[in-house]
C-alpha cells in the first residue's frame, strides 16, 4: 500500500513536472498557431469580400437590374484597364498618366509637410507668432481650399506647378496642425532636463521638440497623402494634358464609365502604395516607440 | 568657507490657473555646504520640488535671494545635475546619446562625448545595454541612465527629486548604496527631495524639515552616522532608531497638518 502510494505520488509529481514544462512551450506555438490562423482568416475574409461585391456587381449588370450606362461592369473596366495597358490610352500610354499624377502628388506632399513642420514648428515654438497668425491660419483652413486650385490652374499655368500647389495646399494644414500640435504637447520635463544639461535654443528645437513632434507629424503623413492625390486630381480637373484625373475627367466626357472606374482603381492602387511606404517610413523614423501591442493596422 | 547652496529669505508664488496666487514657499532659509548630502523632507506640497526648481535656475524666486558658490541665481546655472522625479530621460535617444547629450551640449566632439558616455553606462552598470532605448529598460535601469545622464556633466551640485520614489524597495535601496558610491567619488554637493524619512537618513548628512505649505524650514538635523554606509543595513543602528525618532516627532505635526488640509480639501 505505502509502496503504491508512493509509487503513485511520484508519478504525480514528473507528470507534474512534465506538466509544468509542458505549458509554456504549448503556450507559444498555440499562440503563433492562433496568429497565424487569424491572419490567414483575414485575408480569407477580405478576398470573400471582394469577390461578392464584384460578383454582385457583375451579375445585376448583365441581368439588366443595375443600367452598365451610369454604372458600368467589373469585366468591362478589366477590358478597359488591359487596353489601355496593351494600346495606350487617348492621352498616351498608360505608365506615363500614372507617372505625371504620382509626380503631381508627390511633389505637393513633399512642399506641403515641409512647409507645415516648418510653420508648425516654429509657431509652436513662439507664443508671439502664434497668437498673432491663428486666427489667419484658422480662416484659410476654413476655405473649401479645392477652389484654390482654379486660382492656380490660371495664375501658375497649366502644367505640373499648379498641380503642386493644390495638393501642397491640402497637405500643409494637416500637417501644419499636427506639428504645431506635436510641439506644444512636449513633456515639460523633457524640456527642463535639456536645459538643465546644457541645451541651447537651436540642440532643444533640433533634439527635443521635433523628435517629440514627430509622431504626431508622422501620424498626419497617413492622411495627407491622400489629400496630395486628392489634390493633384483636382487640380488636372482644372485643366491639364496628362494623368489619371485628366484620363478620368476624358472617360467622362466620352460617356466611357468603364474608363473612369477604371481610372478610380489605379488611384486607390497607388494611394495603398504609397500608404505602405509610408507605414514604413513611420517604422523607421520612430523606432523608439514600443511596438504596438495589437498588430491590427488598417 | 562660501557655502555651495544659500538660500535666503526665499517667498516663491505662483499664478493660479483660476487668477489666485498660491504661496509655495515663504521665507524660507537653508544652507548647503561644498561636498555635503542633505536631505529634505516634509509633508506632500510643501513646495520641496520647488526648493530645487529655484536651486537650479528653472524657476526665478519671488523674494529673496538664491546663490550658488557665492553668486547669485540667473537662469539656468552651470555645474548643476538634476534627477527629475518623473522619466525625464529622452525616448528617442539610445542609452548611449542619452548619456552621451550633456558633453555634447557643452561642445565635446560626438566621438568624445561618445566615449565619456560609455565609461559612465559602465559605472552606473549598464554596459551592453548602450544601444537599447529606454521604453526596453525597466525602470531601476532608466533612474541608473538619467543618473549617468546628469553625472557625467561632472556637477558641483546635484537636485535630486524623490528619484527612486517610483522603484520597488530592492531596486531602491540597491540604487541608494550606488548613488552613495558614485557621490563618494566626486565632491558634489548633493539635495536630495523625499518624502520618506529613513531614505533621508540613511543618505544624508543633514536632514532638512519643511513644514506643511506654504513650505519653510522648520528645523535641520545633523545625522552623525559614520561612512560608508550600507542602506540596507544602517537602518538597524541603534543611533539611526534614535535620529529618526527625534526628527520623526518634528516631521509627524507636518505631515498631520498636511493630511488634515487634505481632508478638508477633498470634503
Redesign the interface.
Known sequence: MSVRSAAQRSLAVSSQGAQAQRPSVDLVARRRRDARRRQLNVAGLRLLVAIVFVTLWEVTTRLGWVDTFFWSQPSAIVAKLWYWITQGTELGPLWEQAAVTMEEAVGGFVVGSLLGIVFGVALGRNRLLSDVLGPYIKAANAIPRVVLGALFAVSLGLDIKSKIATAAVLVFFVVFFNAFQGVREVDRTLIANARILGAGDRQLTAEILIPSALSWIVASLHTSFGLALVGAVVGELFGATQGLGELIYNAKNLFDIAGVFAGMGLLAAMALAAEALITALEDRLIRWRPPVATETRI | MTPAIELRGVTKRFLTPSGGVYTALRDLNLTVQPGEFCAVVGPTGCGKSTTLALI?G?EPPSEGEVDVFGKPVIG?A?G???V?Q?????????VLENVA??PR??GTSNREAREMAREWISRVGLAGFEDR????LSGGMRKRVALA??LI?GPRILLMDEPFSALDVQTRSLMENELLTLWSASSASVVFVTHDLEEAISLSDRVFVITAGPGTVKSNYKVDLPRPRNVAEIRFDKRFVEIYEEIWKDLKDEVLVSYERQKRGAA
Open positions: 537650479s528653472l539656468i552651470d548643476i545635475g538634476y527629475f518623473t522619466d525625464a530621460v529622452f525616448p528617442w535617444k539610445s547629450a550633456g551640449y557643452h532605448y529606454p521604453y526596453q545622464q546628469s556633466n
